[in-house]
């Protein structure tokens, strides 16, 4: 609602400086015209230079070009005023106030902006970061693995699928426990790539050799691979010609890209990307909780938790673990996190001692509400 009040803000701006300045145009030209006029008369007459000019004065006056522009300046002056507050109020400038003073582990933020710079695969300026923080020891295992997923992605750009087939098959026990069939994607687009030189032998020597060990689940697909033998000579004019597009290679890349992260025990998204960008979308509350209760500063140095609910969009809800707070202990399969009529979740054990197992209702450990037992419902993660 801010950004779009704030974009109304700047419409109305732009709309009355367009107007604003299309009247001064349009009074330029008739001085203009009046002047090139009077010269001519000059040039053409051997009338007094004097009467001339008095008369283009008497025209400078009927034109009255600051009484013509005063009105369109003056509705300009007053949208002008108003947008710094608007700016002011939509972007907040100082969001130091949501600050809280809590001591970070200096060489673990190191390293999650070291790993950032290398997944993302700005080597050099991941090794001038941990140079310069003191951390070089600790870089070459965070950088090794993802120099070699760069390696293989770069080779696949260049339609070179032999170190990512390599990898792949390396690791192709991991991959099928995580339910990838990577494996068998990259002997496709390899399959595809061979029927494109017109070699038929050599690519049904391919799929001999290589699609067996997928018949069981996936013959469906390797039967719409076979089918393309038959147009070995005009792929590009075929009922298969789909395979031929390049976005079969970048949705490869990046299942590479996911499982390779995967198997190094990290998340697909950079950790430091997903944590800005949610910090992002949480900060604007937060310092409108603080503009409200700046005298309780303090107060809210030493709060436990938040005071006010932050909502994240879905991309952010991602706990695999719930943690009760009342407990302070993981739920299980037979003490499951239950959500309660508030809102606020406990486990299923802390909600029954409370409850006197489901002979009572109890307050909230968070909020005035009164819970009965029998109400709340299991949430699953």
Known sequence: MELNSLKDAFDRVAKKQKLSCSKTQEVMDQIVQEIEKTIEVMQSTTLDYKSVLAELKKKFHEIAPLSQLEGTQKELNIVLSKYPKALEKALNPDISMAYRNIEFDSHTVNQIIASHFYRQGMFDVGDCFVTEAGDAEEAAA??????????????????????????????????????????????????VKILQKESRDEALMYARTNFATFAGNHMAEIQKLMGCLLYSDRLHDSPYTHLLSPTNWDIVAEELTRQFCNLLGQSYESPLSVTIAAGVQVLPPLVKFMTVMS??????????????????DKEFQFHSVFVCPVSKEQSTDDNPPMLMSCGHVLCK?????????????????????????????????
């Open 142 to 191: 965070m950088k090794s693995p993802f120099l070699e997923m760069y390696q293989i992605l770069e080779a696949m750009r260049s339609r070179n699928l032999e170190p990512a087939l390599k990898w792949a098959a390396t690791n192709s026990n991991k991959l099928k426990e995580n339910g990838s069939d990577l494996l068998l994607r990259l002997h496709h687009l390899q399959f």
């Open 295 to 312: 005298w309780k500063k303090q107060e809210w140095q030493s709060m436990k938790q938040l005071p006010v609910p932050v909502e994240l």
């Open 349 to 381: 054990q802390s909600i029954n001692k409370m409850s006197k197992n489901g002979s009572k209702t109890f307050k909230c450990p968070y909020c005035p509400s009164d819970i009965d037992a029998a109400q709340c419902r299991q949430l699953n993660f």
